[in-house]
């Protein structure tokens, strides 16, 4: 019912930036929170930000100060831009979101595919 697709995925040398969208598409009524998550091999995923519908934004520790979360409510698409990046970096980043559409009474959670960024050291 709803689709979330990552993009801007990659190898990038330390100390460098890349900027990961996720676009959900379908019948959306709404939209709530947004946000991605990381798994590194061998690791369990674990949460690197979160966006609210309303702007309110959340940070691993691991990341505050390098990373940003937004999103474009117009165009249901979330963005984390990653600045600063370290080897420790490396995972495969999934788009995450609670969304509502037309034909679902209560807000569902879904996943993207996931995108892999490498950091190279």
């Known amino acids: 019912q709803v689709q979330l697709v990552e993009s801007g995925g990659g190898l990038v040398q330390a100390g460098g930036s890349l900027r990961l969208s996720c676009a959900a598409s379908?019948?959306?009524?709404?939209?709530?929170?947004m946000g991605w998550y990381r798994q590194a091999p061998g690791k369990q995923r674990e949460l690197v930000a979160a966006?609210?519908?309303?702007?309110?934004?959340n940070y691993a520790d691991s990341v505050k100060g390098r990373f940003t979360i937004s999103r474009d409510n117009a165009k249901n698409t979330v963005y984390l831009q990653m600045n600063s990046l370290k080897p420790e970096d490396t995972a495969v980043y999934y788009c995450?979101?609670?969304?509502?559409?037309?034909?679902?009474?209560?807000?569902?959670?879904?996943w993207g595919q996931g995108t892999q960024v490498t950091v190279s050291s």
């Open positions: 995450n979101a609670d969304a509502r559409s037309v034909y679902s009474i209560s807000y569902l959670n879904y």
């Open positions: 966006i609210t519908s309303s702007g309110s934004t």
């Open positions: 379908g019948i959306i009524r709404s939209m709530n929170t």
